[in-house]
């Protein structure tokens, strides 16, 4: 799987757009662009996912740069309640159609009232 | 809808003692996995299954066994408890196709 980089932490306003980078320079066409959230002491949320065009959901919005290396993960409103762990996995859908998640270190966000 | 629900939240196990930890899910998905997380860390995959009656090893499987006799419930047993295996697990299911995880909320278990 593609290496990611993310930074270790950041801080956000409340009510403003959170903008999270994620760097994934090694990634390959068939590799998928996910994006977890842990707040504290419970188990990761699925935010979203893309493999090439930008995607939004209720939760957030995902912009893939053309050439696919980075991408980034906005929360448009932020809120004390987003305040947790964010990681940005890259992984590839195998022929067997399962795969497994690896979580690194992730991005530690902090919004503040 | 449930989700994913793992029993027991907490637990303490002295050292030798054997435990399972199951995990059930409502939403019919055909692959579930078993984390653990320590302090400080990500989490790391112990088992999963592609499907009932199939389990396969993840990256840090020793110590640990699992069963998925029946398509919702995937189980962690631990035969015999080392202070090695204190952590938060944490279990996680999908559907076929490409879809996110949904985890449940968390094992903690001690083992002193």
């Known amino acids: 799987d593609a290496k990611t980089t993310q930074p270790t932490s950041m801080d956000c306003a409340e009510g403003r757009a959170a903008n999270l980078p994620c760097n994934h320079s090694?990634?390959?066409?068939?590799?998928?662009v996910y994006w977890y959230r842990q707040i504290h002491s419970q188990g990761p949320q699925y935010i979203i996912h893309?493999?090439?065009n930008n995607e939004t959901n209720e939760m957030a919005s995902l912009i893939i740069t053309e050439d696919r290396k980075s991408s980034t993960l906005i929360l448009p409103h932020a809120t004390l309640r987003d305040t947790a762990v964010y990681y940005c996995?890259?992984?590839?859908?195998?022929?067997?159609?399962?795969?497994?998640?690896?979580f690194g270190a992730g991005t530690t966000v902090t919004v503040r009232a | 809808n449930a989700g994913v629900t793992q029993t027991p939240k907490f637990r303490v196990l002295k050292t030798g003692q054997s435990m399972t930890l199951l995990c059930a899910q409502d939403?019919?998905?055909?692959?579930m996995y078993w984390y653990r997380q320590d302090p400080g860390m990500g989490l790391r995959l112990i088992h999963y299954?592609?499907?009932?009656?199939?389990?396969a090893k993840g990256e840090v499987p020793d110590g640990y066994n699992v069963s998925r006799l029946k398509k919702q419930n995937f189980l962690l047993g631990l035969e015999s408890a080392a202070p090695s295996q204190t952590s938060v697990y944490f279990c996680?299911?999908?559907?076929?196709?490409?879809?996110?995880?949904?985890f449940g909320s968390g094992t903690r278990l001690t083992v002193v």
């Open positions: 090694t990634i390959s066409g068939n590799e998928y």
């Open positions: 893309g493999l090439k």
């Open positions: 939403m019919n998905h055909e692959y």
């Open positions: 996995i890259v992984r590839e859908h195998l022929i067997s159609n399962d795969y497994k998640l690896s």
């Open positions: 299954s592609v499907g009932e009656g199939t389990t």
């Open positions: 996680a299911s999908r559907p076929t196709g490409i879809y996110g995880y949904t």
